[in-house]
């Protein structure tokens, strides 16, 4: 049973244009989603945990917010260099084990 | 610089023959893991280790090994049984504090001919 849903796939934005990724989860008490960014050919880069529903975490151009039943990732103006691969995941029973989702490809062209 | 070293970055196998990638960190973590990451599909869990001299299967450990005789190491053996290994290995290590974040290395891409 997939617990993290990612969408889109791939996601082709110009520079400067706005959007939002989406990550639905089914677990239930969830303990935590986390965001991590993956560039091509590297290993994935933490970026946010969110805890509870309503709250919000930013870094640079990324905002990432939390509802009872996914999490979106806002990308404000985005440059070339925001282009990765982005991950959320969610903790299963076992805290020692993450469910990842498949991720969005994001391309953002000059 | 605190970190974790996966090696090799590229290997290649033929079809048969056992590989190990090798996993360092010296971020003093006692949680350490191994995902299997394929085009399309999220990070897939194959063994976790939460402490020394144990170790745990993920979702597909069929046809891998592991062991955790040191701290800082977590070596990962793809063996001959593994029915389709040509994918991206990625390692990872967790304090106690940040329960969901993870420290991974650079990956370990194994493509077998």
């Known amino acids: 049973e997939d617990q993290v849903t990612q969408s889109p796939e791939a996601l082709r934005l110009q520079e400067g244009e706005s959007s939002s990724l989406n990550c639905s989860y089914t677990?239930?008490?969830?303990?935590?989603l986390f965001w991590y960014r993956q560039d091509p050919g590297k290993g994935p880069e933490f970026l946010f945990t969110?805890?509870?529903a309503g709250e919000e975490k930013e870094k640079e151009r990324l905002k990432a917010t939390l509802t009872k039943k996914e999490s979106f990732l806002h990308i404000t103006a985005p440059k070339p260099e925001d282009s990765a691969t982005y991950l959320c995941?969610?903790?299963?029973?076992?805290?020692?084990?993450?469910?990842f989702g498949a991720g969005t490809t994001v391309t953002v062209r000059a | 610089d605190g970190g974790i070293t996966q090696s090799p970055k590229y290997l290649f196998r033929k079809e048969g023959q056992n590989v190990t990638l090798s996993c360092e960190q010296n971020?003093?973590?006692?949680?350490m893991y191994w995902y299997r990451q394929d085009p399309g599909q999220g990070l897939r869990l194959i063994y976790y280790?939460?402490?020394?001299?144990?170790?745990q299967k993920g979702d597909i450990a069929e046809g891998y090994s592991v062991s955790r005789e040191k701290k800082e190491s977590f070596p990962l053996t793809v063996t001959s049984a593994q029915k389709n290994p040509t994918a991206f290995y990625l390692c990872?290590?967790?304090?106690?504090?940040?329960?969901?974040?993870?420290?991974f290395g650079e990956g370990s891409r194994l493509t077998v001919l």
């Open positions: 990872a290590s967790r304090g106690t504090v940040r329960a969901g974040e993870l420290f």
């Open positions: 677990v239930s008490g969830l303990r935590g």
């Open positions: 969110l805890y509870s």
């Open positions: 995941a969610v903790p299963e029973s076992n805290d020692y084990k993450l469910s």
């Open positions: 971020l003093n973590h006692d949680a």
């Open positions: 280790s939460q402490i020394v001299n144990d170790f």
